[in-house]
């Protein structure tokens, strides 16, 4: 036992890694969480924008409920999502859940605050500098706030990057509102990654709880190295 | 300035690749979908006794995409989850095998045409060495003789509960009433643990801690197979023990947008020739057995023990007569229900 164990379900994983019904799993995965990372930066940057750059009363008030949100569990979201998605439920009639897009608009919010905070605080730390300096120099107010964006632009890609990893590791939701289900050239399945990890290792499959887990692992490492390579290239 | 540019642009190409990937996959799926019609898609609750042992996914799904082109979305929750599951408008049947909550279930108005399609049986497993001494005894006797050991070994789990709400629980807590003991309130004993989750991880966990628990003979039989666990068949006698699986369609009058006749050909076809078959064969040559009986050719021949467990455990008490689904909760007077005279099984 002890590592023998974990040893061969190494070596069996490596065999798996290239099975098409692995890849049709990490495909889905890249899929949902990529429509969620677009979706949530679609609504996140104007607002995180605008956040960033103008001060009004409250201000603070909408700062801190952003960064509290980042700390809702996976599997709270998973619970009022649910009970959101069922058909007789009050969003119900979006037929939501137990679907690919389902698990996409939960991760989506869920890693809405995670890509705000991110982008407001790095707008904030640059805006000072960049903006009076751009007013000294003649640009008006607009012009100001667009130099700042684009000051920014290494904050708003590592929050991209951030977000896309959280929801392409998250499981409560997936679970949840997924359902984990899988029918050999199904049309409506929603196994990810996630799913399948915590279904194997609860049936006890090992070694392929294992493969999937290295992909899983394999594509959080990739985006990582993008990101800190375009943030080099930025620099 | 340039720098900053650059910077907009890896942006607008980072998104563009994000878009890309997703549109590629998206692309990609609506490619097969056009290629083959769409299919329907049915939603079914699942007890995960059904479940994890694979035959739904594995055979009943694919047959009866390739027959119907319809798609079987399975839930596998407990009994209690797949109910809260269809009450909520998300399934269109549901399997389950705990009968007092079907029959609730159905009281309610939710559940409308009662198919029993298999059955097996409930089995007390627990370490080799049996250090309890239960090998072989009746039900009641084995728990009697577990608590007995529970108690004198209160730093050690003895006894593995789901107590997940699930039709396996149900039996379980039914079981430890016969043996004159209340489930809730032996769960704070010291010696008695509860996993709250599905059968196959309450298997690994009685397993891990050399502990007694109830399974249904499939998901034993196939982790035992597997090689997950190392746990002995120590009681399996006793007509209480029989396990009885039946389908509920969900009542279309109660909850409607339901695909009721989907559902009702998912009925018909898991009591078919075909499909009553499909479950006989299951896990025969893996595992030298089947994992589930088929329940019609019992209920047709009407011999034999098994025949009257089934009616007795599995069949629900309407009138005179013991009936799959009483007459109340029929939809549609076109399909066939089995029923017999209280006689069969009261003498």
């Known amino acids: 036992m002890a590592w023998d164990y974990i040893i061969q379900g190494f070596s069996e994983a490596v065999k798996l890694i290239d099975d098409p019904y692995v890849i049709e799993i990490a495909i889905r995965s890249i899929k949902v969480s990529g429509i969620a990372t677009l979706m949530a930066v679609a609504w996140s940057l104007p607002i995180s924008v605008l956040l960033g750059l103008k001060d009004f009363p409250g201000k603070w008030l909408v700062k801190t409920l952003i960064n509290g949100l980042m700390g809702v569990p996976t599997v709270i979201w998973g619970l009022v999502l649910y009970l959101m998605f069922v058909p007789l439920?009050?969003?119900?009639?979006?037929?939501?859940?137990?679907?690919?897009?389902?698990?996409?608009?939960?991760?989506?919010?869920?890693?809405?605050?995670?890509?705000?905070?991110?982008?407001?605080?790095?707008?904030?730390?640059?805006?000072?500098?960049?903006?009076e300096l751009a007013l000294t120099l003649g640009a008006d107010e607009i012009r100001a706030s667009f130099q700042v964006v684009r000051e920014s632009i290494g904050g708003i890609v590592l929050a991209i990057i951030a977000a896309f990893n959280r929801a392409i590791s998250e499981l409560g939701i997936a679970l949840m509102i997924g359902g984990n289900i899988y029918v050999r050239g199904g049309v409506y399945n929603t196994r990810v990654l996630t799913t399948a990890i915590q279904m194997y290792t609860v049936r006890a499959e090992i070694s392929i709880a294992i493969a999937l887990g290295i992909i899983l692992m394999g594509i959080v490492l990739a985006v990582n190295l993008l990101s800190n390579l375009v943030r080099k290239w930025l620099e | 300035m340039i720098a900053v540019n650059k910077g907009a642009n890896t942006l607008v190409l980072l998104v563009l690749l994000l878009a890309g990937l997703s549109y590629g996959c998206i692309g990609s799926t609506n490619g097969t979908q056009t290629a083959t019609e769409k299919p329907k898609v049915l939603t079914i609750s699942t007890t995960t006794s059904l479940y994890d042992t694979g035959i739904l996914e594995n055979v009943i799904a694919?047959?009866?995409?390739?027959?119907?082109?319809?798609?079987?979305?399975?839930?596998?929750k407990g009994t209690g989850g797949a109910i809260l599951d269809a009450k909520s408008g998300a399934s269109d049947a549901i399997l389950v095998h705990a009968l007092p909550?079907?029959?609730?279930?159905?009281?309610?108005?939710?559940?409308?045409?009662?198919?029993?399609?298999?059955?097996?049986?409930?089995?007390?497993?627990?370490?080799?060495?049996?250090?309890?001494?239960?090998?072989?005894?009746?039900?009641?006797?084995?728990?009697k003789k577990i608590v007995e050991y529970g108690r004198a070994h209160p730093d050690k789990i003895v006894w593995v509960s789901r107590d997940d709400g699930s039709g396996t629980n149900t039996k379980e807590i039914a079981l430890w009433k016969n043996a004159g003991f209340d489930f809730n309130e032996l769960k704070n004993e010291s010696w008695f643990g509860t996993t709250g989750s599905g059968m196959g991880n309450t298997l690994l966990y009685t397993s891990e801690r050399k502990a007694y628990t109830i399974s249904d003979i499939g998901t034993y039989l196939k982790y035992q197979k597997e090689g997950k666990i190392n746990l002995d068949v120590l009681v399996d006698k006793g007509e209480e023990l029989i396990n009885v699986y039946a389908i509920i369609i969900?009542?279309?009058?109660?909850?409607?947008?339901?695909?009721?006749?989907?559902?009702?050909?998912?009925?018909?076809?898991?009591?078919?020739?075909?499909?009553?078959?499909?479950?006989?064969?299951?896990?025969?040559?893996?595992?030298?057995?089947?994992?589930?009986?088929?329940?019609?050719?019992?209920?047709?021949?009407?011999?034999?023990?098994?025949?009257?467990?089934?009616?007795k455990y599995g069949f629900m008490k309407d009138g005179d007569k013991y009936t799959e689904c009483p007459e109340k909760f029929r939809y549609q007077p076109k399909y066939d229900f089995f029923e017999f005279p209280a006689s069969v099984v009261e003498g």
């Open chain 2, 62 to 76: 694919p047959i009866f995409k390739e027959k119907y082109n319809i798609e079987l979305r399975f839930i596998p």
């Open chain 2, 101 to 143: 909550k079907e029959q609730a279930f159905m009281e309610e108005g939710y559940g409308v045409n009662r198919k029993v399609f298999a059955y097996n049986f409930f089995v007390i497993v627990g370490p080799k060495d049996d250090p309890a001494g239960i090998r072989g005894l009746s039900v009641s006797e084995a728990l």
């Open chain 2, 250 to 311: 969900i009542n279309p009058k109660k909850i409607p947008g339901k695909d009721f006749e989907g559902a009702m050909l998912l009925a018909q076809w898991l009591t078919s020739d075909e499909g009553q078959k499909a479950i006989a064969e299951y896990g025969k040559d893996e595992f030298g057995r089947p994992l589930f009986y088929p329940a019609v050719p019992v209920l047709k021949n009407q011999q034999g023990d098994v025949f009257k467990w089934i009616i």
């Open chain 1, 89 to 131: 439920g009050p969003l119900g009639s979006l037929g939501l859940l137990y679907t690919e897009m389902g698990i996409s608009v939960g991760q989506a919010l869920l890693i809405t605050p995670i890509i705000m905070s991110i982008v407001v605080n790095s707008l904030e730390s640059i805006e000072g500098e960049i903006r």
